[in-house]
């Protein structure tokens, strides 16, 4: 593989990167997958993660990979969510089994998962940790090293030519994300409150809102010689798999009953990419949606 990902702290995972010229180096950044949610759609989640495999990149997914919402004696427990095949009294045992088989043959793309709000509720209510023992169990059965990472933290995009001098590190701050977004809005406000928080930052992606949207805010500062620049801060937000909206058989359900709208679904590519001129080396980023 191009890129390795290496964990640099507890907080910063490195992926790392031999660049060619013209081919950007992406990476596939997905939120709230909810997996074991009977209305999350594999297949579309299966299409984009082939295309990484296909395209030798890494993935990236920023909490609520789990749903976690039909274990016995859960309040939200409801067939239309519940996965058939999850329908036993050992849920975890069957969630887990499901995902091993479904992850496996894609671990060694997969640089990092991160902590949603509905790992980290179980684990409150439960005193289970389904994220660390599916990564654990799935790194053990495939030989892969996929790192577990915070709530929040960093990835370090390092890219390097053959060629010594020419190297450049883009940075990415994750955020599984809180709150309601607002349905009109839609989360946009919160790019300005990111923007007062982190500093650094080429993107800025999070999840949890069921949104997607792409907002740049570029940035000015000066170099030591006095020369002004501009960097573009991308705030990239994640949508979800979990297609919630009423089916044709349905004559209602929650997301219904609650007047809330259809949601969009899929990932984001975070790319960069390097150009030459004059001597010089460009680097730019960009995002491009996995719809
Ligand atoms: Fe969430």
Known sequence: MNSIAKRL????????????????????????????NKNCKIRLLKKHMDEALDNDRLMFFC?????????PGDPRRSSADRHDQDNSDAYVN???????????????NIAGMSYGNHETTYIKKNGIDVLELFIDGLNDKCGSNV???????????????KHKGRASCFKTYFHHGAGGGGPVTKGVIKTNRRNAIVDGADFLISGHIHESFIIETPKIYTTRRGNELTRNVLHVQLPTYKDEHIKEEEYFNYHTISERSPRPLGGWWLNIEASFSGGNTDFKHSATRAQ
């Not at 702290?9 to 997996?35: G, R």
């Not at 577990?148 to 030519?161: A, D, K, N, T």
């Open 9 to 36: 702290s507890h907080k910063v995972l490195e992926i790392k990167t031999t660049y060619k010229p013209k081919t950007p180096v992406s990476v596939l950044c997905v939120a709230d997958v909810h997996f074991d």
């Open 63 to 71: 909490g609520d990979t789990f749903c976690l919402m039909q274990g």
């Open 94 to 108: 069957s969630v887990l089994s499901r995902a091993w088989d479904f992850f496996g043959p894609y671990a060694h």
């Open 147 to 161: 790192q577990r990472m915070p709530f929040e933290g960093w990835i370090h995009h390092s890219l390097e030519s």
